[in-house]
């Protein structure tokens, strides 16, 4: 298709595609003439990915543009690559290993995946930003006082270890790796916002299912 | 507790301690003289909710203040008043209802709460910016072409209603109204980072279990 066609299909106008394509963030049309360019499916699939990252996800330029290198990264083995192109999106600033509270947090985080059995999990904890996530927001809830017990943080994994499953099924139903790897960053940026809306609709309904509206 | 005492306890600075009394966001302390004023657990627990939404939540003062305007109202029923109070943090803006994806999105959501059987939150449609978070998170996915089907949707829809059951079972362990309400506040601040932190954890061995490291 022409320009015009990927710029109809995506609903990207033509003036961003460009944009796109200069910041090399969409790969180069197959030159038809000194003028005219050709595009396919597949760069009608990487412009949504670039879409939903900057419009959506509101990532910068430089870098999606990372996040893109490790996703055409094909070198890699998939959880590698996986890893490495979520690992690229925006994430928590490294906690201070000095405050208490961020310690005391870190062995929880530790005690967690030991008595999960996240081995896998276990091996990356030097250098997963998610694993910092876990430790940052565990060290913030010690912090205010928030006195949960351990059990209730084992109870939330294993749901969120259920939707996990439920992310993977769904990836591994894309035909190409390309696509997978694409939808795994796509759902990301895009899955986890709702996520959050059906959690908190879910405690409206839970809330009025024991409370009543009065 | 002296205002000292009070700083000492919570970690914040007596500076802040006074800017937050300044702006309304903490009660006045009881004046035993004309320079010294008395605070008890009730501040301390306060002051630990707006730090959490100042500090971790990066909400503005006039929000926090309207949050807790909603938090201290009695007057309403549980339900309505930790709505009121969740409802106040910030939210999506509205949709775009001329949009052909917003007004899908909007159905497959009415689709979603009727097949669920969620009829409290199906009440709440109109006014509650969850809902409007679901339809406009849906049809971001729909414009960019993510085909998924409506049973993956209720897959999480029911997860997260557990994840919600959790979280009501645990509010109700707090003693007071005043700390149910506040517990309430805290855990959508704090609680849903820490969700989304497992959720890229559990992502990870999930694949590393199906992928291994190559």
Redo the contacts between chains.
Sequence with gaps: MRLAELSRHS?VSTATIKYYLREGLLPPGRQINATTAEYDEEHLRRL??V??MIQ?GRIPVATVREVLGHVDDDSL????R??AA?WALPQ?PEPDTEDAHVRAARQEADAL?RTLG?T??R??TTI????R??V???A??R????D?DAE?LM???E??????????D?VETRESEAERIE??V?G?V?????????????????????????
Tied chains: 1, 2.
């Design positions: 609903g949504r990915l879409r939903a959506v083995g998939r959880t590698i996986l890893g979520l928590v995946l996240w896998n999990a091996l990356l997963s930003p998610a694993y996530s876990l940052v927001s565990v913030a809830l912090r205010l006082g928030y949960w209730l109870s939330y994994a749901l969120m270890h259920r939707a996990a499953v439920l992310d993977l769904f939808t795994a796509l990301a895009l899955v986890e916002p709702m996520l959050q809306a059906l959690h908190r609709l879910a405690q409206e309904e839970e809330s009025a299912r024991r409370y009543g509206f009065e």
